[in-house]
């Protein structure tokens, strides 16, 4: 949309410069109006078309990578900023040219003729750079949808999440050590959203802790990150209040954060998941693709490493004063190991692949373990079937 609005402003303020700066350069457009406007319209015509064909590759390609792959990687594709500029380009050519092409005056026999030989001009440049980025999204549509370069993906955006979500030491914590439990007299309210449904995609904590303080009480968010909510369902419960003002309500509500889809931004699940989906449906009988599911172990290495070496996130966050003030539910390390593993093991019971791929990274995985997660990843490896027999 940004590229498009250039390019409707380029039209219309490029050629004003044009009365001032005709004949003095001899590098541009030489041509009279009509062929001026016979080369706008060719370059508009002809930009108009290519779009409908980028277009096309475009649903092409998100109908593969949802049928091949999992219905949860197309936001990476629609998000690409290749697609994205590729579009811009072509659809501002095509709008470019046309509000170029009012600015030709006159014709063959007209005394006083206009031609805007500058505009023209980058109407030629818009075209090569048009040309270029078709090649670009060629090549970017080629290789976006191996699978290699999809998992990885997955992975480039999953890895951060680790290590700003998940504390490398407990004493890192923003909650190290607080505890709290309402006792039986304390007043308490449940606040629900009746225009929202959908997952909730991102929690504010930041504003919830300021008015838990300001209003002297314990806000309980109810609903974890990528759980499904809907309408009247409560999302938060107020502790040490029997009825919570418009006010609050309102702000608290604000803070949690509800979508159509989950995203990447506090959802580390989300993006197991994606990799998970990819294993199960290379798994199924219509595929039977065990090399891509080891792919997908292969990348959950790369997520799982450095998360069981991290601390799990305090469920009580607190204020200044170390006073607990909001209480959440956090996806836990021994949690994301059951999703990443768990599932692909039952569906790849009888892939020996798959089977010794997960028994490799749960080894690997023991040996750089926190204690409190050894337990977990013994569950997981004792639940795998047991190694087969060479033929």
């Known amino acids: 949309m940004v590229i498009c609005l250039g390019a409707f402003i380029a039209g219309l303020t490029l050629p004003l410069a044009d009365r001032e700066l005709a004949g003095q350069s001899p590098f541009v457009f030489q041509g009279g109006p009509d062929g001026a406007r016979s080369v706008l319209s060719t370059i508009a015509t002809a930009m108009i078309s290519v779009t409908g064909l980028v277009f096309s590759i475009t649903i092409v390609v998100l109908q593969l990578a949802s049928s091949q792959f999992t219905p949860r990687v197309l936001s990476s594709f629609l998000s690409s900023r290749v697609t994205q500029t590729t579009l811009g380009v072509f659809t501002a050519t095509f709008i470019y040219s046309l509000t170029v092409m009012r600015s030709v005056q ?13 505009s023209v ?35 480039d955006r999953s890895v951060p999440l680790v290590h700003s979500l998940y504390p490398a030491n ?15 007299e304390t007043e308490r309210c449940e606040l629900a959203d009746t225009h929202r449904h959908g997952v909730v995609t991102h929690v504010d904590f930041g504003p919830l802790i300021a008015t838990a303080r300001s209003e002297d009480v314990v806000i309980e968010v109810l609903a974890r990150t990528g759980d499904f909510t809907v309408e009247g369902q409560p999302l938060a419960r107020v502790w040490g209040m029997s009825d919570a003002g418009e006010e609050v309500r309102r702000t608290v509500l604000r803070c949690i954060g509800v979508g159509p889809e989950r995203l990447l931004d506090q959802d580390l699940a989300f993006g197991i998941r994606q990799l998970v989906d990819i294993a199960d449906r290379a798994l199924s009988p219509s595929l039977n693709d065990p090399t891509t599911a080891c792919q997908v172990i292969d990348e959950l290495h790369r997520i799982l490493r450095p998360l069981v070496q991290r601390t799990s996130p305090s469920a009580y966050l607190v204020d200044d004063d170390a006073a607990v003030r909001v209480i959440h539910r956090p996806q836990t390390v021994p949690m994301l190991l059951r999703l990443g593993v768990a599932e692909v093991a039952h569906f790849g019971r009888d892939s020996p692949p798959v089977i010794e791929g997960l028994r490799s990274l749960l080894d690997e995985l023991a040996q750089v373990a926190r204690p409190r997660y050894r337990a977990t990843i013994d569950e997981l490896r004792d639940a795998l079937p047991a190694p087969r027999r060479p033929y």
């Not at 090569?128 to 060629?138: C, H, K, Y």
């Open 170 to 184: 407990a004493e890192d914590a923003p909650a190290a050590g607080a505890t709290w439990s309402p006792s039986e």
């Open 121 to 155: 001009t980058l109407a030629f440049a818009l075209v090569v750079a048009s040309v270029g980025m078709f090649l670009a999204f060629i090549r970017y549509i080629t290789t976006s949808i191996q699978v290699a370069n999809v998992v990885s993906e997955i992975g």
């Open 106 to 118: 006159g014709g063959f026999r007209d005394s006083d003729p206009f031609v805007p030989q500058a």
